[in-house]
Structure formats: structure tokens, C-alpha cells
């Protein structure tokens, strides 16, 4: 199936300091990528879609100016988490979808994830 | 708004037994359902789908699920789990213009041997 790759798998920071997460789709081309965070023993939380070459559409209560998402081309997209806190500590998780002809074979892969800890 | 509900928190099970996951949505529009599982330390898998057709679906290592549309549910099934299905599972529904996927809370099993 097709492969989701994620950099860093994960990161140590200071509060105060800025954190980017890359996400690949490694064998295939995705228009669209999503962004998760999932803190323990919860779900995940769908923080943002990214369409490649446009802005990133954020979910009610993400504050895009701390989350940035960049989507430059086809096999990857970029999490930036500016002047990151504690509270931001987490796991992000991104997807990748996959949109062949028929919608049936619509498929989200995911990438392994990456855990952030603000010190 | 849709949401998912996985009212099993952690299922405990010993080996060879059944097993059934509970998974209920509220959603008004179309209807696309899937079971993703997360092994320890692994990223999501899919596990299955539904879109359409027969509502009886058969996923990857022997899970099915049942696509109930007068009761909401889409429960996940197992005639018989292994240690190896130790996993975090979880119910996700398709919906939205650009086709976000919302989850449920997810629910823990863990096989004893």
C-alpha cells in the first residue's frame, strides 16, 4: 500500500522555539493531506486540511498563526508549530489521501507520527 | 455536525474468543464508514471500509464489519482474536466537502495469551 512518511519522528524543544514536521507521501502524489493531533488515550482531532498549492483550511479552534501548513508540492506537506508551548505538547499524526476514480477506492494513509514535547 | 461514538473504552479478551466493537455515527448526509486499527508504537491502518453495496464488509486479517443504517452502526467483528490483535481501534466517518475523516474515541483491546 502506499507509504506516509513522517520527519521528525520526534522532538525535544524549548518553550518559546519553533518546531517543523514534515509529512511525504513516498509513492504516490497527494492533493490532499491532513493534519491530526492526538493526546494519550485519545482520539485523533483533525487540526487542518492541506491542498497542495492553496491555503490550509483549519478546524474551529486551531489558531492558524501557531499551526502554519505549507503544502509545496504533491509529495509533501510542512507543520510548523511556532513559538511552541508546553500545552502544545502532543502527537501529530498527517495522512495522505488518496483519490483514484471511483470514490470507493478513497483512502487516507497515515504517517507513523511525530511526538512533540515543549520543555 | 457528524460525530462517532465508541461507547468500549478497553476490551479485554483471551485468545480464540469473538469479538465485537461497538461503532455508532450521527451524520445526515451520505454515509462512508471505516475501522482503522493501531498497533503499539505503529502508525493507522485500515482495516476496512464501507461506501456502498453490501453492508456486510471484510477487511484485512479476518475483521468484518456490518454497515446498519436503521440503527446508525457500523460494529466491528472477529469470530476469533489473536494475541497479535492487540491494538488500539478506532471508527472514523467520511464527511465534509473536502472529505475529512472524523474519529471516535477509539477503543483499547488487549488478547491475553
Known amino acids: 500500500g502506499a507509504v506516509v512518511s513522517q520527519h521528525p519522528s520526534w522532538v525535544i524543544c524549548k518553550s518559546g522555539t519553533s518546531v517543523k514536521i514534515e509529512c511525504r507521501s513516498l509513492d504516490f502524489q497527494a492533493t490532499t493531506m491532513f493534519w491530526y493531533r492526538q493526546f494519550p488515550k485519545q482520539s485523533l482531532m483533525l487540526m487542518a486540511t492541506?491542498?497542495?498549492?492553496?491555503?490550509?483550511?483549519?478546524e474551529q479552534g486551531v489558531e492558524k498563526d501557531k499551526f502554519l501548513i505549507n503544502h509545496a508540492s504533491l509529495t509533501l506537506s510542512t507543520l510548523t508549530v511556532t513559538s511552541a508551548h508546553p500545552e502544545d505538547s502532543s502527537f501529530y499524526i498527517c495522512?495522505?489521501?488518496?483519490?483514484?476514480?471511483?470514490?470507493?477506492?478513497?483512502?487516507?494513509?497515515f504517517g507513523p507520527g511525530t511526538r512533540l514535547l515543549v520543555l | 455536525a457528524q460525530s462517532v461514538s465508541q461507547h468500549n473504552h478497553h476490551v479485554i479478551l483471551s485468545e480464540a474468543a469473538s469479538l465485537e466493537l461497538g461503532c455508532n455515527y450521527s451524520y445526515g448526509g451520505t454515509v462512508n464508514l471505516f475501522w482503522y486499527v493501531q498497533y503499539p508504537g505503529q502508525h493507522l491502518q485500515l482495516l476496512l471500509k464501507?461506501?456502498?453495496?453490501?453492508?456486510l464488509v471484510k477487511g484485512i486479517k479476518g475483521f468484518e464489519a456490518e454497515f446498519i443504517k436503521s440503527k446508525f452502526s457500523f460494529n466491528l467483528r472477529k469470530p476469533s482474536v489473536q494475541w497479535s490483535d492487540t491494538a488500539e481501534y478506532f471508527c472514523a466517518i467520511l464527511s465534509g466537502s473536502a472529505r475529512q475523516l472524523t474519529f471516535g474515541s477509539g477503543t483499547q483491546l488487549t488478547v491475553l495469551p
Open positions: 495522512s495522505a489521501r488518496v483519490t483514484p476514480w471511483s470514490r470507493a477506492g478513497e483512502t487516507q494513509y
Open positions: 492541506s491542498n497542495e498549492g492553496s491555503k490550509a483550511t483549519y
Open positions: 464501507y461506501f456502498s453495496g453490501d453492508p
